[in-house]
């Protein structure tokens, strides 16, 4: 516990030993958890894969973020909409870049593979803007990345400052003239000299060092994921004015509509000027897709096709020799947060899982049998099963959508499905998804929680074959950032991390509350940890970890068809 506020403690974070992998069974006619037998995990090497979600790599000085509905947070008629903002937030890129290297050199605890892909479910982007979009591509490709363009003076220029308005944004240089704001009068939050200005500042990625996948979801597509993008948010993205509150007699009860529909109507209150900048544009489908083909990336187009650049669409495959992966498209365009499939992607989907099963049930429920190779399929999308419950594309001018039930009922004619991994939720959550007309049969659902709130964590995961039977591992990753920022003491930190002792550094001063965060990028991916960790509804205490069932296990089903098949 490193310090107390009036209303909770802010916790420090420490090391601990891995948790044990959970053998799960649920797919068995007599199915359950338990240890998962070391000797159990054994078996043939398929696949490795990294599943990385829910960045939200945010211009944190963007004019059209609306920070201030945070003061709402007890509101029910907001709860769909915040938060906005996070203490953290500005440090992601740094969290985002850990992760990255953590990843680049990991082996699979029971297979001993490095991860030959990294699967992405979107909300890589925050808030739909170009500058956003680099920075992720920059991180992942490798790059300097530049998220937030400072403004004239260099220095940062949002919700964060102490001049700002506002006492419910954690102001990390110090106090306002009425006082401190709450996050760190309520909850004990740190002081730091400096931070938000060294944090904004470009940052050097490695990139990965395999190939990774994209996918679209509603950040990439909507403002701050829920609002459409109409003319008057265009403009207000790249001018030089943001709102500071609602304006006088705004109806409440209509929030979230006005929210989804007419965001720009969240501008109309008070407002302070704030730097320009035209690379904060908000980006289409198209223009989404058509930045990940960059010369010399692997896959070319991170798995976007050239049938995605002509069509505009956002959905594909990726085919390995163990394995077909399918990216679903799940962002509703019409605006929301949740997600939709309409039926031409459905019927896209169809096609693409029959291409690799030697056999599977047609709608009627008869067996037919195509004469095409089998091979298993692990689909990705944003949304999961259980957020695909927007329904505003389904209008009379829109593309019918396909319900939940149907989708499960499509999935489960195709016994080759064994896996869907997903994001949107930020929690960890493992789920069965059983065939209901045939026991002992199904596939996992695996929700990963985000990178930008806690557990701040990514996900490995391992197929294995083993007799007639498939045992997909999955594993927990946390980026190696030590578990509690290092501060410098004498001395500021050098751009690589390591401290420098000696004369203290006059661009980071020392502050009243003690010696500051160094300028290693570890130490910010640290820090964003850190802050994660004691969000108010949000941190350790918030379930977005999920239940040992949710996090390192070993799931096991049957295998739909004889695994020697492929591989080799």
């Known amino acids: 516990m490193a310090r107390h506020g009036a209303l909770a403690p802010y916790r420090s974070l420490t090391v601990i030993d891995g948790e044990p992998h959970l053998l799960r069974d649920d797919l068995a006619p007599a199915g359950g958890a338990g240890p998962a037998d070391r000797a159990r995990l054994g078996g043939r090497p398929l696949f490795c894969l990294a599943h990385v979600t829910d960045l939200q790599l945010a211009d944190v000085q963007s004019p059209a973020r609306f920070e201030f509905l945070n003061r709402y ?59 956003e979009l680099q920075a992720f591509l920059a991180l992942f490709d490798g790059g300097t990345v530049a998220l937030s363009p400072p403004g004239r003076s260099g220095r940062y220029h949002g919700v964060q400052l102490v001049e700002w308005p506002d006492d419910i944004f954690w102001k990390p240089d110090g106090e306002a003239a009425d006082g401190p704001d709450l996050f760190r009068s ?15 500042r470009r940052l050097r990625s490695p990139g990965l060092t ?70 904060r544009r908000p980006i289409s489908r198209a223009e989404f897709v058509e930045a990940h ?56 989907l169809e096609a693409s899982l029959a291409e690799v099963h030697s056999v ?12 095409n190779p089998d ?13 695909l419950s927007n329904t505003r594309g389904a209008g009379p001018d829109g593309v019918p959508l396909i319900g939940r039930d149907e989708l499960l009922a499509l999935l489960h004619r195709f016994g080759n499905v064994v896996l869907w991994l997903n994001g949107h939720t930020h929690t960890n959550t493992i789920r069965p998804r059983p ?91 640290s820090l964003h940890r850190e802050l994660a960790a004691n969000m108010p509804f949000g ?18 089903l049957a295998a739909p068809f004889p695994l020697s098949r492929i591989g080799g």
């Open 73 to 131: 947070f007890a509101d029910p008629r907001y709860s769909k909409i915040i938060p906005v903002q996070r203490p953290q937030e500005a440090l992601t890129a740094h969290a985002v870049s850990a992760t990255v290297r953590t990843i680049n050199a990991l082996t699979g605890p029971a297979t001993g593979l490095a991860p030959q892909l990294v699967v992405t479910t979107g909300d890589a982007i925050d808030n739909a803007q170009w500058n």
């Open 186 to 200: 309520a909850f004990g939050f740190p002081h730091h000299r400096g931070l938000l200005d060294l944090a904004t």
């Open 210 to 279: 395999m190939g990774w996948l994209s996918c679209h979801g509603n950040h990439e597509a909507l403002n701050q994921g829920v609002g459409v993008q109409t003319p008057g948010l265009r403009s207000a993205l790249t001018g030089g004015v943001k709102p500071t509150g609602l304006p006088d007699g705004f109806d409440h009860d209509q929030a979230l509509e006005w929210f989804t529909t007419q965001p720009e109507l969240f501008m109309t209150g008070p407002t302070l000027p704030v730097p320009s900048h035209p690379d």
């Open 293 to 348: 083909f960059q010369p010399g990336v692997r896959p070319a187009g991170h798995g976007f096709t050239e049938r995605n650049r002509r069509d505009g669409t956002a959905y594909y495959v990726h085919d390995t020799p163990w394995v077909r992966l399918i990216a679903l498209d799940t962002a509703c365009l019409a605006g929301g947060a949740d997600g939709c499939l309409d039926l031409d992607q459905a019927r896209w």
């Open 360 to 371: 599977h049930a047609r709608a009627d429920g008869e067996r037919t049998r195509t004469g």
């Open 375 to 387: 091979r298993l399929v692990v689909i990705f999308s944003h949304h999961g099963i259980d957020t």
């Open 435 to 525: 065939d209901p007309l045939s026991p002992g049969r199904g596939f996992w659902e695996v929700t990963t929680c985000s990178v930008v709130d806690w557990p701040c964590q990514a996900r490995l995961v391992e197929l294995i074959a083993d007799g007639e039977e498939l045992s997909i591992v999955c594993t927990m990753i946390d980026h190696h950032a030590p578990a509690r920022p290092v501060l410098a003491r004498g001395g500021a930190a050098r751009p690589g991390g390591s401290v420098a002792r000696g004369h203290p550094d006059p661009r980071w001063p020392r502050t009243p509350d003690g010696p500051d965060l160094p300028a290693g990028s570890a130490h910010l991916a």
């Open 539 to 556: 941190g350790v205490e918030s379930g977005l970890a999920g239940t040992a069932s949710d996090r390192n296990v070993a799931l096991r």
